[in-house]
Protein backbone atom coordinates (compact mmCIF):
# COMPACT_ATOMS: atom_id res chain seq x y z
CA UNK A 1 0.00 0.00 0.00
CA UNK A 2 0.98 3.23 -0.36
CA UNK A 3 1.44 5.12 2.64
CA UNK A 4 0.49 8.57 1.12
CA UNK A 5 -3.05 7.25 0.86
CA UNK A 6 -5.24 9.86 2.52
CA UNK A 7 -8.31 7.49 4.46
CA UNK A 8 -5.89 4.11 4.03
CA UNK A 9 -8.80 3.09 1.72
CA UNK A 10 -7.89 2.53 -1.84
CA UNK A 11 -8.54 -0.15 -5.41
CA UNK A 12 -5.75 -1.69 -7.05
CA UNK A 13 -6.40 -1.85 -10.92
CA UNK A 14 -4.35 -4.93 -12.19
CA UNK A 15 -3.14 -3.74 -15.82
CA UNK A 16 -1.28 -6.98 -16.36
CA UNK A 17 -4.65 -8.71 -15.39
CA UNK A 18 -6.37 -6.38 -17.60
CA UNK A 19 -3.48 -7.61 -20.92
CA UNK A 20 -3.93 -11.70 -19.64
CA UNK A 21 -8.20 -11.41 -19.97
CA UNK A 22 -7.39 -8.95 -23.35
CA UNK A 23 -5.18 -12.40 -24.64
CA UNK A 24 -7.60 -14.51 -23.88
CA UNK A 25 -10.37 -13.38 -26.09
CA UNK A 26 -7.36 -12.70 -28.56
CA UNK A 27 -6.62 -16.02 -28.33
CA UNK A 28 -10.35 -17.57 -28.87
CA UNK A 29 -11.34 -15.23 -31.70
CA UNK A 30 -7.90 -15.19 -33.47
CA UNK A 31 -6.17 -12.01 -35.40
CA UNK A 32 -9.31 -11.91 -38.03
CA UNK A 33 -11.67 -10.62 -35.62
CA UNK A 34 -11.52 -6.81 -34.23
CA UNK A 35 -11.80 -6.36 -30.10
CA UNK A 36 -14.08 -3.63 -29.20
CA UNK A 37 -13.49 -2.60 -25.24
CA UNK A 38 -16.31 -1.23 -23.43
CA UNK A 39 -15.33 0.75 -20.95
CA UNK A 40 -18.23 2.89 -20.43
CA UNK A 41 -19.23 4.18 -16.22
CA UNK A 42 -15.82 4.60 -16.03
CA UNK A 43 -14.49 1.17 -17.02
CA UNK A 44 -16.78 -0.27 -14.76
CA UNK A 45 -14.97 1.30 -11.90
CA UNK A 46 -11.74 0.94 -12.95
CA UNK A 47 -10.98 4.45 -14.69
CA UNK A 48 -12.01 4.70 -18.23
CA UNK A 49 -8.77 6.51 -19.65
CA UNK A 50 -6.09 4.60 -18.08
CA UNK A 51 -7.78 1.19 -19.04
CA UNK A 52 -8.61 2.42 -22.55
CA UNK A 53 -5.09 3.53 -22.74
CA UNK A 54 -4.02 0.38 -21.63
CA UNK A 55 -6.40 -1.88 -24.41
CA UNK A 56 -5.13 0.78 -27.09
CA UNK A 57 -1.41 -0.10 -26.26
CA UNK A 58 -2.19 -3.68 -26.76
CA UNK A 59 -3.87 -3.50 -29.97
CA UNK A 60 -7.64 -2.96 -29.37
CA UNK A 61 -9.15 -1.66 -32.44
CA UNK A 62 -12.71 -0.34 -30.82
CA UNK A 63 -13.63 1.10 -27.53
CA UNK A 64 -17.02 1.51 -26.35
CA UNK A 65 -18.80 4.19 -23.77
CA UNK A 66 -22.20 5.16 -22.92
CA UNK A 67 -22.64 8.95 -24.09
CA UNK A 68 -20.87 11.90 -25.50
CA UNK A 69 -19.38 12.93 -22.20
CA UNK A 70 -17.64 9.54 -21.63
CA UNK A 71 -16.25 9.60 -25.54
CA UNK A 72 -15.12 13.07 -25.05
CA UNK A 73 -13.06 12.21 -21.59
CA UNK A 74 -11.03 9.36 -23.41
CA UNK A 75 -10.30 12.06 -26.25
CA UNK A 76 -9.24 14.91 -23.44
CA UNK A 77 -7.16 11.98 -21.68
CA UNK A 78 -5.13 11.42 -25.58
CA UNK A 79 -7.00 8.34 -26.48
CA UNK A 80 -7.09 7.74 -30.92
CA UNK A 81 -8.68 4.95 -31.11
CA UNK A 82 -12.12 4.89 -32.79
CA UNK A 83 -14.78 5.10 -30.24
CA UNK A 84 -19.07 4.21 -30.43
CA UNK A 85 -21.07 5.74 -28.47
CA UNK A 86 -23.65 2.74 -27.20
CA UNK A 87 -26.81 4.93 -25.78
CA UNK A 88 -28.37 8.59 -26.60
CA UNK A 89 -26.64 11.51 -28.07
CA UNK A 90 -28.85 14.28 -28.94
CA UNK A 91 -28.55 14.98 -32.50
CA UNK A 92 -27.66 19.02 -32.17
CA UNK A 93 -24.17 17.55 -30.98
CA UNK A 94 -23.73 15.84 -34.02
CA UNK A 95 -21.02 18.60 -34.46
CA UNK A 96 -19.21 17.48 -31.52
CA UNK A 97 -19.17 13.90 -32.82
CA UNK A 98 -17.72 14.57 -36.18
CA UNK A 99 -15.54 16.75 -34.60
CA UNK A 100 -13.71 13.71 -32.22
CA UNK A 101 -14.39 10.70 -34.88
CA UNK A 102 -16.94 9.61 -32.28
CA UNK A 103 -19.62 7.09 -33.58
CA UNK A 104 -22.91 7.14 -32.85
CA UNK A 105 -25.57 3.90 -32.18
CA UNK A 106 -28.34 4.45 -33.99
CA UNK A 107 -31.68 2.08 -33.30
CA UNK A 108 -34.31 4.24 -35.13
CA UNK A 109 -35.00 5.86 -38.77
CA UNK A 110 -35.97 9.14 -37.03
CA UNK A 111 -33.04 9.11 -34.85
CA UNK A 112 -30.61 8.08 -38.16
CA UNK A 113 -32.59 11.32 -40.16
CA UNK A 114 -32.03 13.71 -37.18
CA UNK A 115 -28.19 12.61 -37.73
CA UNK A 116 -28.47 13.08 -41.38
CA UNK A 117 -29.70 16.80 -40.63
CA UNK A 118 -27.42 17.57 -38.35
CA UNK A 119 -24.48 16.13 -39.97
CA UNK A 120 -25.25 17.67 -43.31
CA UNK A 121 -26.13 20.95 -42.05
CA UNK A 122 -22.66 21.31 -40.70
CA UNK A 123 -21.01 19.88 -43.73
CA UNK A 124 -19.32 16.59 -41.87
CA UNK A 125 -20.35 12.99 -42.34
CA UNK A 126 -20.91 11.05 -38.65
CA UNK A 127 -20.09 7.65 -38.81
CA UNK A 128 -22.84 5.01 -37.43
CA UNK A 129 -23.55 1.47 -36.10
CA UNK A 130 -27.25 0.57 -36.60
CA UNK A 131 -28.29 -1.23 -34.17
CA UNK A 132 -31.17 -4.03 -34.09
CA UNK A 133 -33.15 -4.97 -31.28
CA UNK A 134 -33.78 -8.91 -31.72
CA UNK A 135 -34.59 -9.67 -28.13
CA UNK A 136 -33.29 -7.12 -25.67
CA UNK A 137 -36.40 -5.59 -26.03
CA UNK A 138 -34.73 -2.18 -25.28
CA UNK A 139 -32.88 -0.21 -28.00
CA UNK A 140 -32.67 -0.72 -31.51
CA UNK A 141 -34.70 -1.12 -34.91
CA UNK A 142 -37.78 -3.59 -34.29
CA UNK A 143 -37.57 -6.80 -36.64
CA UNK A 144 -40.10 -8.93 -34.44
CA UNK A 145 -43.29 -9.25 -34.01
CA UNK A 146 -44.37 -8.97 -38.01
CA UNK A 147 -41.95 -6.06 -38.36
CA UNK A 148 -38.85 -7.78 -39.99
CA UNK A 149 -39.79 -6.27 -43.71
CA UNK A 150 -40.10 -3.11 -42.16
CA UNK A 151 -37.34 -3.19 -39.94
CA UNK A 152 -35.30 -4.32 -42.78
CA UNK A 153 -36.65 -1.70 -44.93
CA UNK A 154 -35.86 1.04 -42.54
CA UNK A 155 -32.82 0.02 -41.91
CA UNK A 156 -31.66 0.24 -45.47
CA UNK A 157 -33.70 3.88 -45.92
CA UNK A 158 -31.32 4.71 -42.55
CA UNK A 159 -27.84 3.57 -44.05
CA UNK A 160 -28.61 5.51 -47.31
CA UNK A 161 -29.15 8.77 -45.75
CA UNK A 162 -26.95 11.58 -46.75
CA UNK A 163 -24.50 12.77 -44.21
CA UNK A 164 -24.20 9.09 -42.48
CA UNK A 165 -21.55 6.62 -43.12
CA UNK A 166 -23.14 3.10 -41.80
CA UNK A 167 -19.79 1.30 -40.99
CA UNK A 168 -21.24 -1.22 -38.86
CA UNK A 169 -24.72 -3.44 -37.37
CA UNK A 170 -25.15 -4.90 -34.07
CA UNK A 171 -27.27 -6.38 -31.85
CA UNK A 172 -27.26 -7.25 -28.26
CA UNK A 173 -28.08 -10.56 -26.84
CA UNK A 174 -29.87 -10.69 -23.16
CA UNK A 175 -29.09 -14.29 -22.03
CA UNK A 176 -26.10 -15.29 -23.71
CA UNK A 177 -24.05 -15.36 -19.73
CA UNK A 178 -26.59 -17.67 -18.58
CA UNK A 179 -26.92 -21.30 -18.66
CA UNK A 180 -29.87 -23.60 -17.96
CA UNK A 181 -33.51 -23.34 -18.74
CA UNK A 182 -33.74 -21.83 -22.15
CA UNK A 183 -31.31 -19.59 -22.52
CA UNK A 184 -29.22 -20.93 -25.26
CA UNK A 185 -32.42 -21.56 -27.07
CA UNK A 186 -33.42 -17.85 -26.59
CA UNK A 187 -29.67 -16.45 -27.96
CA UNK A 188 -29.72 -18.48 -30.44
CA UNK A 189 -32.73 -17.22 -31.46
CA UNK A 190 -31.43 -13.69 -31.28
CA UNK A 191 -28.49 -14.72 -33.73
CA UNK A 192 -30.85 -16.31 -36.31
CA UNK A 193 -32.86 -13.69 -36.28
CA UNK A 194 -29.61 -11.05 -36.75
CA UNK A 195 -28.55 -13.23 -38.95
CA UNK A 196 -31.76 -12.77 -41.50
CA UNK A 197 -31.41 -9.33 -41.09
CA UNK A 198 -27.62 -9.40 -42.56
CA UNK A 199 -28.95 -11.53 -45.36
CA UNK A 200 -31.91 -9.70 -46.24
CA UNK A 201 -30.28 -6.31 -46.39
CA UNK A 202 -27.16 -7.74 -48.41
CA UNK A 203 -29.94 -8.88 -50.69
CA UNK A 204 -31.00 -5.30 -51.18
CA UNK A 205 -26.89 -4.22 -51.68
CA UNK A 206 -26.68 -2.95 -47.94
CA UNK A 207 -23.31 -4.70 -46.20
CA UNK A 208 -21.31 -3.88 -43.27
CA UNK A 209 -17.91 -3.59 -42.61
CA UNK A 210 -18.46 -3.87 -39.02
CA UNK A 211 -20.85 -6.89 -37.89
CA UNK A 212 -20.91 -7.35 -33.84
CA UNK A 213 -22.90 -9.24 -31.44
CA UNK A 214 -20.35 -11.08 -29.45
CA UNK A 215 -20.56 -9.96 -25.82
CA UNK A 216 -19.02 -11.71 -22.95
CA UNK A 217 -21.40 -14.36 -22.61
CA UNK A 218 -21.28 -15.09 -26.63
CA UNK A 219 -17.33 -14.57 -26.56
CA UNK A 220 -17.27 -18.13 -24.10
CA UNK A 221 -19.80 -19.73 -25.64
CA UNK A 222 -20.55 -19.05 -28.95
CA UNK A 223 -17.69 -18.65 -31.26
CA UNK A 224 -19.75 -18.97 -34.23
CA UNK A 225 -21.19 -16.00 -33.09
CA UNK A 226 -17.77 -13.61 -33.56
CA UNK A 227 -18.17 -12.47 -36.94
CA UNK A 228 -16.20 -9.46 -38.00
CA UNK A 229 -15.48 -7.48 -34.16
CA UNK A 230 -16.28 -9.39 -30.26
CA UNK A 231 -17.30 -7.04 -27.29
CA UNK A 232 -16.08 -8.15 -24.23
CA UNK A 233 -17.48 -6.06 -21.36
CA UNK A 234 -17.11 -7.71 -17.64
CA UNK A 235 -14.41 -10.42 -18.98
CA UNK A 236 -12.41 -7.49 -19.54
CA UNK A 237 -12.10 -7.13 -15.88
CA UNK A 238 -11.83 -10.43 -14.49
CA UNK A 239 -15.24 -10.72 -13.37
CA UNK A 240 -18.69 -12.68 -14.49
CA UNK A 241 -20.29 -15.96 -15.24
CA UNK A 242 -17.50 -17.26 -17.20
CA UNK A 243 -14.04 -16.27 -15.53
CA UNK A 244 -13.20 -19.32 -14.51
CA UNK A 245 -14.18 -20.75 -18.19
CA UNK A 246 -12.56 -18.14 -19.79
CA UNK A 247 -9.60 -18.54 -17.28
CA UNK A 248 -9.58 -14.53 -16.09
CA UNK A 249 -7.74 -12.89 -13.62
CA UNK A 250 -9.81 -9.79 -11.67
CA UNK A 251 -8.55 -6.40 -12.26
CA UNK A 252 -9.53 -4.78 -9.70
CA UNK A 253 -8.75 -5.44 -5.92
CA UNK A 254 -10.56 -3.31 -3.26
CA UNK A 255 -8.73 -2.92 -0.30
CA UNK A 256 -8.62 -1.11 3.21
CA UNK A 257 -7.06 -1.19 6.36
CA UNK A 258 -7.63 -1.28 9.92
CA UNK A 259 -7.82 1.78 11.39
CA UNK A 260 -8.32 0.80 15.32
CA UNK A 261 -8.56 -2.32 17.39
CA UNK A 262 -10.86 -2.08 20.27
CA UNK A 263 -12.30 -5.27 23.00
CA UNK A 264 -15.58 -5.96 24.34
CA UNK A 265 -17.04 -7.71 26.69
CA UNK A 266 -20.03 -10.19 26.38
CA UNK A 267 -23.69 -8.74 25.54
CA UNK A 268 -21.77 -5.95 23.80
CA UNK A 269 -24.34 -3.97 20.81
CA UNK A 270 -22.07 -3.27 17.78
CA UNK A 271 -23.06 -0.17 15.27
CA UNK A 272 -25.95 1.37 14.20
CA UNK A 273 -29.61 -0.59 15.25
CA UNK A 274 -27.96 -2.87 17.50
CA UNK A 275 -28.07 -5.60 14.87
CA UNK A 276 -24.82 -8.01 16.34
CA UNK A 277 -24.07 -8.05 19.72
CA UNK A 278 -21.52 -9.87 20.65
CA UNK A 279 -21.69 -13.47 22.41
CA UNK A 280 -18.28 -13.08 25.15
CA UNK A 281 -14.70 -11.30 24.87
CA UNK A 282 -14.72 -10.13 21.15
CA UNK A 283 -11.45 -7.95 19.71
CA UNK A 284 -12.74 -5.60 17.08
CA UNK A 285 -11.10 -3.88 14.09
CA UNK A 286 -12.38 -0.57 12.88
CA UNK A 287 -11.97 0.05 8.84
CA UNK A 288 -12.19 2.96 7.50
CA UNK A 289 -14.54 2.09 4.57
CA UNK A 290 -18.13 2.34 4.41
CA UNK A 291 -21.28 2.46 2.19
CA UNK A 292 -19.95 5.92 0.91
CA UNK A 293 -17.19 4.04 -0.37
CA UNK A 294 -19.16 1.53 -2.29
CA UNK A 295 -18.92 -0.86 0.59
CA UNK A 296 -22.91 -1.84 0.49
CA UNK A 297 -24.88 -1.36 3.60
CA UNK A 298 -26.78 -4.98 2.51
CA UNK A 299 -23.69 -6.86 2.97
CA UNK A 300 -23.86 -6.14 6.88
CA UNK A 301 -23.47 -8.85 9.09
CA UNK A 302 -22.71 -10.63 5.68
CA UNK A 303 -19.73 -10.96 4.79
CA UNK A 304 -15.95 -10.92 5.46
CA UNK A 305 -13.35 -9.23 4.59
CA UNK A 306 -9.51 -10.66 4.04
CA UNK A 307 -6.67 -10.08 6.31
CA UNK A 308 -3.22 -12.34 6.06
CA UNK A 309 -4.46 -14.21 8.92
CA UNK A 310 -7.51 -15.30 7.10
CA UNK A 311 -11.80 -14.08 7.18
CA UNK A 312 -12.47 -11.27 9.24
CA UNK A 313 -16.56 -11.23 9.26
CA UNK A 314 -18.19 -8.05 9.49
CA UNK A 315 -19.97 -7.43 12.64
CA UNK A 316 -23.15 -5.29 12.58
CA UNK A 317 -24.22 -2.28 9.94
CA UNK A 318 -21.86 -0.92 7.47
CA UNK A 319 -21.50 3.16 8.05
CA UNK A 320 -21.74 5.36 5.49
CA UNK A 321 -17.60 5.46 6.55
CA UNK A 322 -16.46 2.38 8.41
CA UNK A 323 -17.42 -0.76 8.73
CA UNK A 324 -16.01 -3.05 11.71
CA UNK A 325 -14.73 -6.74 11.54
CA UNK A 326 -14.41 -10.07 14.27
CA UNK A 327 -10.81 -10.15 14.96
CA UNK A 328 -11.09 -12.17 17.74
CA UNK A 329 -9.70 -15.26 16.40
CA UNK A 330 -6.64 -13.41 14.88
CA UNK A 331 -4.66 -12.04 17.44
CA UNK A 332 -1.68 -10.98 14.74
CA UNK A 333 -4.03 -8.58 13.25
CA UNK A 334 -3.06 -5.32 14.46
CA UNK A 335 -3.83 -1.54 13.65
CA UNK A 336 -2.41 -0.64 9.96
CA UNK A 337 -2.22 -4.04 8.67
CA UNK A 338 -4.23 -4.22 5.04
CA UNK A 339 -7.60 -6.18 4.32
CA UNK A 340 -9.20 -7.10 1.06
CA UNK A 341 -12.74 -6.48 0.66
CA UNK A 342 -12.58 -8.16 -2.82
CA UNK A 343 -10.39 -9.02 -5.34
CA UNK A 344 -7.58 -12.17 -5.52
CA UNK A 345 -8.81 -14.09 -2.96
CA UNK A 346 -12.29 -12.73 -2.56
CA UNK A 347 -13.79 -12.71 -6.38
CA UNK A 348 -16.01 -9.68 -6.06
CA UNK A 349 -18.68 -12.29 -7.66
CA UNK A 350 -18.90 -13.85 -4.24
CA UNK A 351 -19.77 -10.59 -2.58
CA UNK A 352 -22.72 -10.28 -5.80
CA UNK A 353 -24.09 -13.37 -5.40
CA UNK A 354 -24.93 -12.39 -1.43
CA UNK A 355 -26.53 -9.40 -2.42
CA UNK A 356 -28.59 -10.96 -5.32
CA UNK A 357 -27.07 -8.86 -7.81
CA UNK A 358 -23.79 -8.95 -10.76
CA UNK A 359 -20.74 -8.13 -10.18
CA UNK A 360 -20.72 -4.92 -12.67
CA UNK A 361 -22.84 -3.03 -9.64
CA UNK A 362 -20.29 -3.75 -7.19
CA UNK A 363 -17.29 -2.39 -8.82
CA UNK A 364 -19.60 0.33 -10.57
CA UNK A 365 -20.18 1.02 -6.90
CA UNK A 366 -16.90 1.82 -6.06
CA UNK A 367 -16.75 6.08 -5.04
CA UNK A 368 -14.83 8.08 -7.13
CA UNK A 369 -13.59 9.47 -3.22
CA UNK A 370 -11.48 5.93 -3.35
CA UNK A 371 -8.27 6.35 -4.99
CA UNK A 372 -6.77 3.96 -8.06
CA UNK A 373 -3.37 2.59 -7.70
CA UNK A 374 -2.44 1.11 -11.49
CA UNK A 375 0.28 -1.63 -11.00
CA UNK A 376 2.14 -3.38 -13.66
CA UNK A 377 5.13 -5.33 -13.09
CA UNK A 378 4.27 -5.63 -9.61
CA UNK A 379 4.73 -1.48 -9.16
CA UNK A 380 2.51 1.39 -9.37
CA UNK A 381 2.50 3.12 -12.22
CA UNK A 382 0.04 5.67 -11.98
CA UNK A 383 -2.84 7.21 -9.35
CA UNK A 384 -5.61 8.87 -9.72
CA UNK A 385 -5.39 12.41 -8.66
CA UNK A 386 -6.82 12.43 -4.64
CA UNK A 387 -3.63 10.45 -3.03
CA UNK A 388 -1.33 12.67 -1.71
CA UNK A 389 -1.40 15.01 0.97
Known amino acids: MDDTILRRTWAEIDLDALAHNYHRARALTGPEVRYLGVVKADAYGHGAVQVAACLERLGAEYLAVASLDEAQELRRGGIQAPIMILGHTPPEMTPQLIAHNITQAVSDQAKAEAYSSAASACGGTLKVHIKVDTGMSRLGVQVRDGRFDSGVESIARSCALPGLEAEGIFTHFAVSDEDGGDSEAYTRRQ??????????????????????????????????????????????????????????????????????????????????????????????????????????????????????QGPASVLGRICMDMTMVDLTGLPDVCEGDEVEIFGGRQPVDELAAVLGTIPYELTCAVSKRVPRLYIQGGGVVERSLRLLL
Not at 209 to 222: K, P, V
Open 191 to 308: FAVFTRVLEALAAKGRTFALRHCANSGALARYPEMYLDMVRPGIALYGAGADRERLGLRPVMALKSCVYTVKRFGPETDISYGRTFRTGGETRVGVLPIGYADGLFRGLSNRMAVWTA
